[in-house]
C-alpha cells in the first residue's frame, strides 16, 4: 500500500509542478483496489505523509523516482502533429506572385480564413509576393459593395498576420480593362449584344446565332461608344465570342462587360460600364504576373473564361489550384445576413459573434494563431471540407488555457447560508498548474453566492473549500466517498456585477469573485466551471465579457 500511495503521489506531484493533491490520490487508489474504501480512516495520515516527503523532493527528483518504480506514469509527450503546406506546380523559389481577391460587402469571415491563410502560406513557402486586389467592380443588386469593407478587410488580414506586398483596388483600373475590351473587338472576338435576356438564354440554349454577333468591328466599336453614352441598363452587354456551339451553354458567348448606373462606394458615378469577374481577372492576372492562382472549385467557369481571354492574347497563364468549401457544423453565415442585422441594430456591429467575422473571433477572445492553425490542419484538396467548430475551440483552448488565470463567475446567483461555517482566508490558486503565479484570496463567512438551489440531501463541495450539506458544515478534506457534487462559490461582500455575451447574442448576467479588477480589457480568463472569457469593458463598476467557448 506505501507502495501504491507513493507512485501516484509522485504521479501527481509531477503532474501539478512538484504538488500533489490528496484528494486525486485516494480517488487513484480507490480506482485500482475498491476495497480501499474501507480502510480510508487509517489511511489518511499515511497519505499525508507520504505526500509531505514527496513535496520535499524537487520536481526532477521527483521525476527521476517516479521513473524508477512507475515509469509507465510518466506522460509521454504527445507528438504535435505537423501539417504540411503542399507544394505548387512548377513553382520558383523568390518568383511566386499570388493574390487575395476579396470583394469588398462586409468584413471577411471565417469561411473566408481559409484561402487566404492558405495564399499566405504557400507565398511564404516560396518566398514570393502576396498582392492584395479589392475586387470591387459593381456587384449585383444583393452584392453591394460597401465603403467600410475597405477598412475592416485590411483590419482582419493584419489580426491574422497576413502579409501583403501591395493593395490594389479594381475601381482604379477600369481604364485598362476598356482597352483590352476595345482589342477583343479589333480581334473580332467580342460584340455588342442587344437581345433581351430571355432570347439570348434561348439562342444560348438552342445554339442558335443571334444577329448582333454579324455585327462588322466598326459597328461594334460604335455601340460599345454608345453602352457609356446612350444605352440604358440592360439595354446592351459586351459579350465574348466563345462560340454558341460550345458543347457547354453556360459558356457560350458570356458577358464581359454590363451597365450599371448605381453609385458605386468608392468612385462614386464615375463609370457606368463595368467588367465581369472573368474579364478583370484575365487582365489583371496577366497585368499583375501572377504565377499561382488558388480558387474554389465552384469558380471553374471563371477559370475557362480567363484561359480563353489568355489564349486570345497569346499571353502566359498561371497555375490554377482549386480547393474545396469549409463548412463548419453549428456554424451559419450570411454577409448579406449579417449586413441587415448590424444596419438594423439587432447586431452590436460587425464584431457581433452572429456575423462570425474575424473582428467577432477577435473581440471573443479567439487567438489568430489558433484560427491559422485550425485552418493548416484541413490542408488543401478539391473536397468540401465539414469539420465542427470545436476543432476550432480546441486549437484556441491549447493557447488559452496555458494564459488564461482563473477566477469565479456566477449566473443568475442565489444566496444560501451555511451553518457552523468556519470563517477563513480562503487561498485560490490563479492557475492550477502554475504556482508561481500565485493565489487569489476569498474571505469565507458563512454566506455565500452560488449558481444553482441547494437541494436536501445531497453532499456539496464548494471547490477548494469545504464540504457541506442541508446548509451545514460537512468536512474540509476531499473526500470521494462523500460523492459531492463541486460548485463555484462567492463569499456575499466579495461580488461584483458582471454578465457575459453569448456567441448566439444572449446575454447572461451574475456576479463575479472581486478578484476580477485585477483583470484587464482585453484579457482572457477562465471562468471555472463555466469557460473562458474576455474581459470586453468596465462601466460603473460592472464587468463586462464576451463568452469565448467551453
Known sequence: MDKLILKYALQNAVKYNGKANQGAIIGKLIQEDPKVKAKLKELVP??????????????????????????????????????????LPNAETGKVVMRLAPYPSGPLHIGNAKPYIM?????????????LVMDDTIGSEEKNSALEAYKLIPEGLDWLGIKYDKILYKSDRVELYYEYAKKLIEKEMAYVCKCDAETMREYRRNAKVCECRRNTVQKNMDEWEKMFTEYKEGEAVL?????????????????????????HPRVGN???????????????????????ILRGKELMMESMMENFIWDIFNWKKPEIIYSGLLQIKGVKISKSKSKKEVESGEYVGWDDPRSWSLQSLKRRGIKPEAVRNFIVSLGLNQ?????????LYSENRKLVDKEANRYFFIANPRLVKIKNAPRKKAKLPLHPEDEKRGSRILEAKDEFFVPEEIQKGKVYRFMHLYNFKNNEYLSEEVNPELKAKMLQWIPKGEEVKAELFMPDGSIVKGV?????????????????????AKLDKVENNKYYFWYTHD
Open 270 to 292: 464615375k463609370y457606368r460600364v463595368w467588367p465581369l469577374l472573368e474579364m478583370s481577372w484575365a487582365v489583371d492576372d496577366h497585368l499583375l504576373n501572377i504565377t499561382h
Open 383 to 391: 473536397n468540401e471540407v465539414t469539420v465542427p467548430v470545436e476543432n
Open 239 to 263: 459579350r465574348i465570342k466563345t462560340g454558341m456551339d460550345h458543347p457547354n451553354p453556360a459558356f457560350r458567348d458570356r458577358v464581359l462587360f454590363r451597365i450599371s448606373d448605381r453609385e
Open 119 to 131: 495564399n499566405d502560406e504557400l507565398v511564404k513557402k516560396y518566398k514570393g509576393k502576396l498582392l
Open 512 to 532: 463575479a469573485e472581486k478578484n476580477i479588477k485585477n483583470v484587464k480589457v482585453d484579457e482572457v480568463v477562465q471562468f471555472e466551471r463555466v469557460g473562458f
Open 46 to 87: 499515511k497519505i499525508k505523509q507520504i505526500i509531505k516527503d514527496v513535496e520535499k523532493l524537487t520536481l526532477e527528483e521527483q521525476k527521476a523516482k517516479l521513473k524508477d518504480i512507475a515509469p509507465e506514469l510518466l506522460e509521454k509527450k504527445k507528438k504535435v502533429q505537423q501539417h504540411k503546406i503542399p507544394d
